[in-house]
């Protein structure tokens, strides 16, 4: 019922093509990108920010981040993990498209090469 | 000392008024804090880490194109695919979703495993339009049978644009 990775305050565009996978991703990293909200769901202001940890984090500062999830992956499933992991990326429906693609090159950056961009089911 | 038979032993009775108090009480706890989130489900793109390749690839079918063409506040104001414009409503998607069909002939055509779509949205655009976009390209949905058709399953970002 609830993807725990999954952060409320990130308002995923609707598509009806989106749905669940048949097979999960053997190694996933999910990245919450949206707006600070209220408590009414209402945005606090314009600039988008990566939830991570329950902590705010800018694009350009999520490399130490980045970095220490591929040491805790790598510790765990061995040093070619990352090639393996695919990137979540769970962006607001309003996130300028330029800030998602300088996310994807973020963790392109720091050795991750699989993205997989998340969207809510649509029923009609 | 004198033992009861246990024939004369009276019977413990359950009480079953304040059990089902609390069978309800915990239903009702558990229905006020269920939240039934909507399934979610994934695109998959395709970024190369090196730069693309401008060699001709061996398949007739052309790669193609789309763009999305955004104001200052992300809004959409044109869908191009190869450079013809497409417009701008939910109508625009579904003549990209018609053209994509008619560029690849027929779904699950072996030919599509080979083409690439590449998406050039302006940096502002909204992301709601490219997922839409990609949408578009990779499949339809039919709301009779509930069965998708699939068209390309590779998609990749064009480099990103600047700010205006």
């Known amino acids: 019922m609830k993807n725990t990775k999954a952060d409320e305050r990130v308002k995923l565009p609707k598509d009806m093509l989106a749905k669940p996978p048949e097979v999960k991703p053997e190694h996933e990293l999910v990245l919450n990108y949206g707006f600070a909200r209220d408590k009414a769901g209402n945005k606090v202001g314009n600039a988008p920010t ?75 | 000392m004198k033992l009861a038979k246990p024939s004369s032993l009276s019977k413990v009775e359950i009480p079953m008024a304040p059990m089902i108090d609390i069978v309800f009480q915990l239903l009702i706890f558990f229905m006020l804090n269920l939240k039934i989130v909507a399934p979610e489900g994934n695109f998959n793109i395709n970024l190369p880490v090196s730069a693309p390749s401008n060699a001709p690839s061996d398949v007739n079918l052309p790669d193609i194109k789309v763009g999305l063409r955004s ?37 699950g055509n072996p030919l599509t495993k080979d083409i690439e779509v590449e998406l050039d949205a302006d940096f502002e655009c909204q992301y709601k339009y490219v997922v839409k976009a990609i949408s578009r390209c990779t499949g339809r949905f039919d709301q009779r049978t509930q069965a998708v058709t699939r068209y390309i399953e590779k998609i990749k970002f064009a480099p990103p644009h600047k700010p205006k």
């Open chain 2, 71 to 107: 104001d200052r506040d992300g809004n959409l104001v044109q869908l191009t695919l190869g450079g013809n414009n497409l417009g701008n409503d939910n109508a625009a998607f579904e003549r990209l979703n018609a053209e994509v069909l008619k560029i690849i002939g027929r779904p």
């Open chain 1, 50 to 124: 990566i939830f991570y940890n329950e902590r705010y984090v800018e694009v350009a500062q999520l490399t130490p981040d980045l970095e220490s999830e591929k040491r805790v992956m790598e510790a765990i499933h061995g040093k070619d993990v990352i090639g393996k992991v695919t990137v979540l990326i769970r962006a607001d429906s309003e996130v300028p498209t330029g800030l998602v693609q300088q996310l994807i090159k973020k963790c392109q950056d720091n050795g991750f090469t699989k993205f997989s961009l998340r969207a809510t089911s649509e029923e009609k």
